[in-house]
Each structure stands twice: as structure tokens, then as C-alpha cells.
């Protein structure tokens, strides 16, 4: 069974830094494009940014040279380093992957359970 779990959220006042991790395991071949999520209670899910199994990473507008998407195949993660944050930035985060198992009964979408961010002095 694949599972992704976040770590590294927690409370931090605003312009400071976090970094968020989402490590994969179970019978992976490979993770293909992952996403971070975050989510705000009454609101739509919104993704913050994304990375291909290559390695292009795209961001919203509203974290764009603030955030930064980056991945370790070899260990199965995929960061968010997050700098100057905001208090609008206060969210569970989630991350998202697309996997390819190695058989198909494990391939598929998968969501981690979230991490708490919160931005406040």
C-alpha cells in the first residue's frame, strides 16, 4: 500500500521560514508529478505548486519567489521550502502524487493526511 505523509509544518511568526516534506513509501517504481496542496477551512483545496518527475516546478501566483518545490527520487520526497511567510499562508498543507507501482494495484493517485502551517506572531 502507498502512502504519502507530510511533515515539518507547525507554528512560525510571519517572514519566517518552514519546510515542509512528503515522503512516499510502499512498492513504488517510480513518482511521477507531485503537488502541494493547502486547504483553509470554508475554502476550495488550491495547489500552491507542482514538480514533474523531471524536475519542472510551477507555483501560484500567490507563492511564486516565496516558495520552492523540489525532490529527492532517491529517497521518495518532495519538499516545500517556504520563506517569508504570511499569515494568509496559514493552511493545512497536502501533497499529492501520481505513483507508478510495481504492480498496478498500487499505481494511482494518492494524498498525504496534511500538515498544519501556521503563520502568526
Known amino acids: 500500500q502507498v502512502q504519502l505523509v507530510e511533515s515539518g509544518g507547525g507554528l512560525v511568526q510571519p517572514g519566517g521560514s518552514l519546510r515542509l516534506s512528503c515522503a512516499a513509501s510502499g512498492s513504488i517504481f517510480a513518482i511521477n508529478a507531485v503537488g502541494w496542496y493547502r486547504q483553509v477551512p470554508g475554502k476550495e483545496r488550491e495547489l500552491v505548486a507542482s514538480?514533474?518527475?523531471?524536475?519542472?516546478?510551477n507555483y501560484a501566483d500567490s507563492v511564486k519567489g516565496r516558495f520552492t518545490i523540489s525532490r529527492d527520487n532517491a529517497k521518495n520526497t518532495v519538499y516545500l521550502q517556504m520563506y517569508s511567510l504570511k499569515p494568509e499562508d496559514t493552511a493545512v498543507y497536502y501533497c499529492n502524487a501520481d505513483v507508478s507501482g510495481w504492480s498496478t494495484s498500487e499505481s494511482g493517485n494518492y494524498w498525504g493526511q496534511g500538515t498544519l502551517v501556521t503563520v502568526s506572531s
Open positions: 514538480i514533474t518527475s523531471g524536475g519542472s516546478a
